[in-house]
């Protein structure tokens, strides 16, 4: 260890950034003199520089020679005069973007950062584009490099004059909120030898974690040059010491032209390296930041050249980001770097500018190298994965993703961190998507809400506004809503077998390059049909109606429709919804069907739910209440599967009795299946009926011959004349949320592969898919599939595992995963896994699958590793 000492030995002489004054004094005289012919060197250098065949590189442009070579002058002044330390801690231009960070309990410096003469001490910091919002509000997509910036250890400040155009770089290009560039003390003045610098990156890193309770997993340690040198010493020091003080690690680490062998600087002359020419770094630069860093220790230890002294990650899946132009002089020392510490363990990826100088990221702007800057920190964002890892990610925040995310929170193992990644800017998933007039839901609310918040008002059947006020409700009482990440959209997940993780490629709104998150378990709370693009429906002729088409997919915002003619097309739950809420103000609405459903009349409220919440806490008659539908909607689709012709003959009778004489049940209501062979459609309080017998609302069933710029026209030869047209005809299903997924790179189709539990599939590892049923509320399948995946999770944290992949034990037939016969459930064997028999059943029965979620093996067929 570098600043191991006997307690006895004599205290050394330390060097310090000042050098003695006579020395100082002969350097200026020195410098004095030689100013004639530097200038002339200087000025001959710029001449050359108007030709490209003269400059150092062709491919630069005359502004980036030109620039070259004046930093490279202005450089060599600065080292051979010394102008180092200026710190303050005032705020300056900064204003409240600089803070203030006080070091920690002197306990938590340690090991190599223990040193009897260089305490810890406040330093400055500023924050670029603000400082953070409190912990309270500090959310999972808040990404914060804490970079330290180069300047040989002996000059910079990390303020807007020095780092203002790396931090924006970053900010714009690498995919992090926040960057915090502390301002460490400077081996120029009189307390910044070593260990100063890490002692000041250890202080900012904690003040991080402590004080602004941002997470470790999403800090980035980032450095340019020497101040890559401080990021590898502080990455060092958790290695060594995190553990015993409890210093976790950072998500990643990104270094920029990193000075990784300090002892060489003051060994080896920089004057014979090949890149000599084509850098702007100077020997004495070198010189004077390596003997004022490293005082009175040997500047080739661990700490000050990590070159030579690999250490392990910290963290197994830490990524590290190299980057270097292929013309600066430590160029070499990178490269062999990034072979050094990717042999030991590291995920390095190595990025390279080409025909580019020492550390564009720092002085891009200034050399006129902006472009290969950004590009480099565009390549950054890609694989620093922007420290982002989850034990589980949740896909969607509609109603299963949320559920699922108050399962793991309350069930799942304790720590289980998670986020929920949501492609839209709102949280309802359906219910924010469809906007059709009188949207709401067709199954009981009580069953379709979450079990574990009581939907509070005597109303069956809730509108979409209410639904998603529920859900938001609900989601934000249990915390839930502060590990959504919106606009957030998976376009890929591939599984890596060398990590044992997700890595899933996210498009995020606004930003131009996808991030990449990693997670080790995934959860798919996406749905069952596609959010942009409706089903298109086979209607001959329909591009030549010259008035308004709509799928109630997306309703136009505001649109007018009083007093118009509409046509609905198609008989299912979104039909039977919207006739009677056009009804209300158009001047007619039919409801056009090829054959006709079954249309059934629920009571908007009940008289036992009323009562059971009036006279029962609120808990125990949310319980019973849900207890009764749960039962109702159980023994309703028992009933008509077991008697299907008293089913039909009941459904008959209460039909005919709220029909208008002028629309006959036959063939309008004479369905040609049996109840529940498909959905059911509920009207409240008989609405469709009333609004057909108002005389505003007709059905009509009938296939269409074609439609023209005015007509839609029956093979009966009847017409009709809308002018509007609404095509209720289904949707698109669509499994797994558009997401391009893989294993080890090799994409597979949910098709051919078989469910296990209904919930994972077949031979993929670490993914579990959350749907629900066809004749009950979604949310209840949904809910035994998050009950199975809590379940799961504990067994692997008991048998210490990391992984779980289903493979059948035996082969079986294959059956449909669902079973009911919609237009648009036909494609169901495209699209969903496929069911078999025993653990790869289709759900089918809630009390049963809740119970072996609950109680069942979750080692059948399953195999964890
Ligand atoms: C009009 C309509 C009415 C319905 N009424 C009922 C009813 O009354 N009762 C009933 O039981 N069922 C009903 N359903 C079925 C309904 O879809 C489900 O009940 C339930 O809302 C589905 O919830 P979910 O969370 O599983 O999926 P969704 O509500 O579809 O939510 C999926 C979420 O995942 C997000 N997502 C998808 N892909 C990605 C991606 N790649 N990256 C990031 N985010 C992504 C979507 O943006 C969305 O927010 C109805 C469906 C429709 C269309």
Known sequence: ??????????PPQVRTGKPPRVMLLFTYCYTILTTPFLLAHFALDILLTLFPQTRPITGWSLNQAARMRVVKLVL??????????????????????????????????????????????????????????????????????????????????GRDE????????????MGCKLVCTPQYRLSSGTNGRFPAPVQDALTAYLWLLHEKGIPARQIVFSGDSAGGNIALGLLRYIHEHGAELDIPAPGAVALWSPWVDVGAAIDQDMRQSPNYKTDYLNMEFGRWGAASVSGNMDPSGPYLSPLHHPFTPPMADMPMFLHGGDREVLWDDIQVFAQRYGDIGWKVHLGVSRQCPHDILLLGSRLGFEREAEEAAKESGKNSDNGMFFDTIIIGAGISGINAAYRIQTEGPAETSYAILEGRDSLGGTWDLFRYPGIRSDSDIFTFGFPWSPWKHNVSLA??????????????????DQHILYRHSVASANWSPADKNWVLQVEVTGQDQPITIR????????GYYDYEKPLEAAIPGIENFAGRVIHPQFWPEDYDYNGKKVVIIGSGATAVTVLPAMAEKAKQVTMLQRSPGYVFSLPSNSIITALLFAILPISVAHYLNRIMWLLRSHLTTVLCRAWPGLAKLIIKHVTIKQLPPDIPWDPNFKPRYNPWEQRFCACVDGDFFAALRSGKGNVVTGTIKTVTSKTIELDSGERLHPDVIVTATGLKLRFGGGIRFAVDGRPFEWSEKFAWRAAMLEGVPNLLFLTGYETASWTLGAD????????I??????RKATVAVPRPSRSMPDKPMMSLNSTY???????????????WAAKTNYFADMARAKWGSVSTDLEFS
């Open 793 to 798: 999770l504990r067994e692997m944290q008991g």
């Open 825 to 839: 459930l036909k494609t169901v064997r495209e699209v969903l896994p496929k069911a078999g028999t025993g653990v």
């Open 519 to 526: 997670s080790r378990f995934l959860l798919l709370g996406t």
């Open 1 to 10: 260890m570098e600043m191991a000492r006997t307690p006895n030995a004599k």
């Open 162 to 173: 020095d780092t203002g155009y790396l931090a924006r770089t970053l900010i714009q290009h």
């Open 76 to 157: 060599l002044y600065w080292s051979r005069l010394r102008w180092g330390d200026r710190l303050t801690l005032r705020p300056g231009g900064e204003r409240n973007r600089f803070e203030v960070m006080h070091p920690r309990s002197p306990k938590l410096y340690t090991g190599a950062l223990s040193d009897a003469g260089i305490q810890p001490e406040a330093i400055g910091a500023t924050w670029t584009p603000a400082r953070p919002p409190p912990p309270a509000l500090v959310r999972p997509e808040l990404t914060v490099v804490l970079h330290f910036h180069g300047g040989g250890f002996a000059v910079g400040n």
């Open 784 to 791: 035994v599939s998050a009950r199975l995946f809590v379940r």
């Open 463 to 480: 509108s979409a506004e209410q639904i998603k006020t529920y859900m938001r409700q609900s989601a934000e009482s249990q915390g839930i």
